[in-house]
């Protein structure tokens, strides 16, 4: 899953921070299940320029 989530990173433009939640069924796969960035400790970024893209 951290393989997964650091490639991530740049598709969903998450530059400093974000928690990106996993879930895994009764088989063992997992599914993307919520990403939340937090959009203002970058001095790029606001939460305008995130939801914009």
């Known amino acids: 899953m951290q393989f997964?989530?650091?490639k991530l990173?740049?598709?969903l433009q998450l530059l400093?921070?974000?928690v990106i939640d996993f879930r895994m069924d009764q088989q063992g796969l997992?599914?993307?299940g919520d990403v939340k960035?937090?959009?203002t400790i970058h001095f790029l970024r606001s939460l305008a320029q995130i939801t914009k893209a």
């Open 4 to 6: 997964t989530a650091l």
């Open 9 to 11: 990173m740049n598709p």
């Open 16 to 18: 400093d921070y974000a």
């Open 30 to 32: 997992d599914y993307l």
């Open 37 to 39: 960035a937090d959009a």
